[in-house]
């Protein structure tokens, strides 16, 4: 996350890490618009669905009521190469009012224009946290909190539950509720209330899906049906059986339906707590799914709910090796149809 006091009109931040340009979105949301301006005042694109024109335009209108305009673009090295020419127009010189937020996974097509980027704005990497940066991020994630993280606890978090910051934070979060009063917190404060259960989950299986990242998404499909194991939740021991696929599908599906439902209420404008409320799940859960909806669209939901479905049935009926079947399932996620 940049410290930087200067607000530039032009940010591009990439990387995996969701969670930290997530952050830093925040960050200069808060620095740019106050609660009551954003009705008018803050815009959401998608690279994958959204021209250049149309950004273009929105970050060259005034803003309303406001000193500035935010206009956020996600998906930002989605955008067809040879249809940035508006946008990159808009760069060279762009509105002192707006501040445009371009994210992605990658830098993309926007790797030939880096230096027009830097000489109007920031570009800012969010790489996966790994060793010392990891560690160093959880301490300091506690002692926000007014508590104290023992290098060995964190640690073994770490080792616990994987260096993906969202379920991490989630971990922090619980061990943070469980502790009480207690100010320093120690490896024994942490081992019964953190499963040892790796995170080759059905959330690390969504989320590899939603980035696109066939590789990974292949990957932890492959651990699950040679260790026969599917973890229910992070909380909880791996469940052993014979054949874990029937189940997993069950749980990939439900998965993209409480995706689907979280971005449903996000969209009518429900805050954090009462989506928690209504859908009787725990708040750290319903950031868990909104953070996940974002790498989804409802069409890509509907269609993954389906095919898993579709795949159900085609194993029933013995219409190819079950292992072959799942590869394409998650290979066809990976890449939705873009309707």
Same mark, same amino acid.
């Given at each position: 996350?940049?410290?930087?006091?200067?607000?530039?009109?032009?940010?591009?931040?990439?990387?995996?890490?969701?969670?930290?340009?997530?952050?830093?979105?925040?960050?200069?949301?808060?620095?740019?618009?106050?609660?009551?301006?954003?009705?008018?005042?803050?815009?959401?694109?998608?690279?994958?669905?959204?021209?250049?024109?149309?950004?273009?335009?929105?970050?060259?209108?005034?803003?309303?009521?406001?000193?500035?305009? $935010?206009? +956020?673009v996600? #998906?930002?090295?989605?955008? !067809?190469? &040879? =249809?940035?020419?508006?946008? %990159?127009?808009?760069?060279?010189?762009?509105?002192?009012?707006?501040?445009?937020?371009?994210?992605?996974?990658t830098?993309?097509?926007?790797?030939?224009?880096?230096?027009?980027?830097?000489?109007?704005?920031?570009?800012?990497?969010?790489?996966?946290?790994?060793?010392?940066?990891?560690?160093?991020?959880?301490?300091?994630?506690?002692?926000?909190?007014?508590k104290?993280?023992?290098?060995?606890?964190?640690?073994?978090?770490?080792?616990?539950?994987?260096?993906?910051?969202?379920?991490?934070?989630?971990?922090?979060?619980?061990?943070?509720?469980?502790?009480?009063?207690?100010?320093?917190?120690?490896?024994?404060?942490?081992?019964?209330?953190?499963?040892?259960?790796?995170t080759?989950?059905? $959330?690390? +299986?969504?989320? #590899?899906?939603?980035?696109? !990242?066939? &590789? =990974?998404?292949?990957?932890? %499909?492959?651990?699950?049906?040679?260790?026969?194991?599917?973890?229910?939740?992070?909380?909880?021991?791996?469940?052993?059986?014979?054949?874990?696929?029937?189940?997993l599908?069950?749980?990939?599906?439900?998965?993209?339906?409480?995706?689907?439902?979280?971005?449903?209420?996000?969209?009518?404008?429900?805050?954090?707590?009462?989506?928690?409320?209504?859908?009787?799940?725990?708040?750290?859960?319903?950031k868990?799914?909104?953070?996940?909806?974002?790498?989804?669209?409802?069409?890509?939901?509907?269609?993954?709910?389906?095919?898993?479905?579709?795949?159900?049935?085609?194993?029933?009926r013995?219409?190819?090796?079950?292992?072959?079947l799942?590869?394409?399932?998650?290979?066809?996620?990976?890449?939705?149809?873009?309707?």
């Open positions: 996350m940049t410290t930087d006091t200067k607000l530039y009109p032009v940010y591009f931040l990439y990387g995996p890490e969701d969670y930290l340009i997530e952050k830093e979105i925040q960050r200069l949301l808060d620095r740019t618009l106050s609660p009551k301006e954003r009705g008018m005042n803050l815009h959401t694109f998608s690279g994958e669905e959204h021209s250049s024109l149309e950004i273009a335009q929105a970050a060259q209108t005034l803003p309303m009521f406001s000193r500035y305009r $935010f206009v +956020l996600k #998906a930002a090295d989605s955008i !067809d190469e &040879e =249809k940035m020419a508006p946008l %990159l127009k808009y760069i060279e010189n762009p509105s002192p009012a707006t501040c445009l937020v371009l994210c992605a996974q830098l993309g097509p926007w790797k030939k224009v880096r230096a027009h980027l830097e000489k109007v704005g920031r570009i800012v990497e969010s790489p996966r946290l790994k060793g010392k940066a990891l560690i160093s991020w959880m301490k300091d994630t506690m002692a926000e909190k007014g104290k993280l023992s290098e060995e606890g964190a640690a073994y978090l770490a080792e616990v539950v994987g260096d993906h910051l969202h379920p991490l934070e989630n971990a922090l979060e619980q061990v943070y509720l469980s502790v009480g009063e207690k100010k320093t917190i120690e490896l024994s404060d942490i081992g019964g209330i953190v499963s040892e259960v790796k080759s989950t059905i $959330f690390d +299986l969504t989320d #590899a899906i939603g980035r696109r !990242d066939v &590789e =990974k998404a292949l990957g932890i %499909l492959e651990q699950v049906l040679e260790s026969k194991a599917v973890p229910f939740k992070k909380e909880e021991e791996a469940s052993k059986m014979g054949d874990p696929i029937p189940v599908l069950s749980m990939m599906a439900r998965q993209y339906r409480l995706i689907w439902r979280v971005k449903k209420m996000a969209s009518g404008y429900k805050g954090m707590d009462e989506t928690a409320k209504a859908l009787r799940m725990s708040p750290w859960v319903v868990n799914l909104v953070s996940q909806g974002k790498s989804f669209s409802e069409s890509s939901l509907r269609e993954g709910i389906l095919k898993c479905h579709r795949t159900d049935l085609a194993i029933k013995s219409r190819g090796p079950k292992n072959l799942m590869e394409k399932l998650v290979i066809d996620l990976c890449h939705p149809n873009k309707t």
